[in-house]
């Protein structure tokens, strides 16, 4: 088999760490399989990287934070192949060039073009540990790009999708993905098969072990993942397609995200356009807008809310500026959370929205915005009620029997 691991900062938070991961590498080397590890910086280093390109500039030149940011993986990727070295096994390190990792030319967060397989496959076929640094690529003009938050993982699944590996395994400090997060929720599970739409839901929605760019990833290149626990045994959870799920639950987690706002702009002139205005503006401010509802007009008049980045709020601003004599007033709510309820069984189950609605109803939290897709559900509430909310969600569809 050809074994895709990837291990994350904590993972390889020192140089003990490095030494624990390369005895788990050398043991599935040891059962015959062949292997590429792709690491990400150790923990605190990025951050540390990111103070000193702001020493000098509060908006340091992206192409030359790209570079500075990029050692971080470079170091832990020299390190585990020297641990390895030692161990008796052949390893080299490899940068994301040497690995032949393409990128568009958008520093900072660039996205994969390509993978030229050639130097990394030769050094498979010689019995080579082949370790890659996460995280990084190169331009079209042969400069290095990193790939923006979780970077590495989008390394690891882009090289296993390119060798068609077997599995790709990504080590965190948890024992997988479960029914929601177990500090609002000690009763919650570990869901043992979860579908890459699913995986990509809770990923959006809040959930914190995958990055929904990995999740998309791993579903246009049809790779396994599976998603483990670096400083134990325990089994993981896999990420497939949804055909591998034999009994598909009604409701399979419930996400939380508290980075989210609100903004309400009342009384906006009701005109053909007004709102691809708005919406451009906070696009080509790279502003993500999440949930939309706009009301129905009345006397040249409509109301349109929509959610962003908690982040984003301070540049929203500034660009709704621009619109405030075509609106009455402008009103922005900090103190709100997005809770969601994600399952492949929605698609098949009636009263599902019944029932969830129903178990906001019986905690008197009252619910703001909604939106649906096939299977997922989402709400926007008081940041207070977050926490209940999940909780009583999570009772009322019984995920954690």
Not at 300 to 323: E, M, N, S, V, Y
Not at 358 to 380: C, D, F, P, V
């Given at each position: ?17 490095i030494s ?6 050398l043991?599935t ?11 990400s ?49 052949k ?6 060039r040497a ?14 073009k390509s993978v030229?397989?050639?130097?990394i496959e030769k050094?498979?076929d ?9 995280f990084?690529?190169y ?6 790009t ?9 390394s ?15 080590y965190?400090?948890v ?10 929720e000690?009763?919650a599970?570990?869901?043992?098969k ?5 995986m990509?839901?809770l ?5 914190k072990?995958?990055l ?14 599976i998603?483990r626990?670096?400083?134990n045994?325990?089994e993981?959870?896999?990420?497939t397609n949804?055909e ?6 009604i409701?399979?987690?419930?996400a939380c995200d508290?980075?989210q706002?609100?903004?309400g702009?009342?009384?906006v ?19 993500n ?7 129905i007009g009345r006397?040249?008049?409509?109301d ?11 540049l ?6 621009d619109?405030?004599?075509s ?16 399952g ?26 909604i ?6 559900i ?22 954690d029997?």
């Amino acid at each position: 088999m050809l074994i895709v691991q990837k291990y994350g900062g904590t993972s390889v938070g020192d140089c003990q760490r490095i030494s624990n991961i390369a005895k788990r590498v050398l043991e599935t080397k040891k059962q015959g399989h062949k292997v590429i590890v792709v690491v990400s910086a150790m923990s605190g280093e990025t951050d540390k990287l990111i103070g000193y390109t702001k020493y000098f500039s509060s908006l340091p030149n992206d192409r030359e934070a790209d570079k500075i940011l990029s050692t971080g993986e470079i170091v832990t990727s020299a390190l585990l192949a020297i641990a390895l070295n030692e161990s008796g096994y052949k390893a080299i390190s490899l940068s994301g060039r040497a690995a032949g990792i393409k990128t568009d030319n958008i520093y900072t967060k660039a996205k994969i073009k390509s993978v030229d397989t050639k130097n990394i496959e030769k050094y498979l076929d010689d019995d080579y540990i082949v370790v890659v640094a996460g995280f990084q690529g190169y331009s079209d003009e042969g400069y290095i790009t990193t790939l923006g938050r979780g970077g590495s993982d989008l390394s690891a699944v882009a090289l296993a999708g390119a060798l068609n590996a077997d599995v790709c395994e990504i080590y965190t400090d948890v024992d997988g993905v479960f029914t929601t997060d177990p500090r609002i929720e000690s009763r919650a599970k570990k869901i043992e098969k979860i579908s890459y739409d699913e995986m990509l839901e809770l990923a959006s929605l809040g959930a914190k072990v995958l990055l929904n760019r990995s999740v998309e990833m791993a579903k246009k290149l049809n790779v396994k993942i599976i998603t483990r626990n670096s400083f134990n045994n325990n089994e993981g959870t896999l990420i497939t397609n949804e055909e591998q799920i034999m009994e598909k639950p009604i409701i399979s987690g419930i996400a939380c995200d508290k980075n989210q706002a609100r903004i309400g702009m009342v009384n906006v002139d009701d005109k053909p356009g007004i709102a691809a205005e708005i919406f451009s503006s906070l696009a080509d401010a790279n502003i993500n807008v999440d949930m939309i509802v706009q009301t129905i007009g009345r006397d040249g008049k409509t109301d349109i809310d929509f959610t962003i980045p908690k982040t984003d709020i301070a540049l929203c601003r500034k660009l709704l500026d621009d619109f405030k004599d075509s609106t009455q007033s402008i009103e922005y709510d900090e103190n709100i959370a997005k809770v969601s309820i994600v399952g492949l069984g929605m698609k098949s189950n009636s009263g599902v929205a019944s029932k969830t609605f129903s178990t906001m109803a019986s905690e008197n939290i009252n619910i703001m915005m909604i939106s649906t897709s096939e299977i997922k559900i989402s709400m926007i509430i008081d940041i207070k009620y977050a926490e209940l909310a999940v909780r009583s969600l999570h009772s009322a569809y019984e995920l954690d029997k």
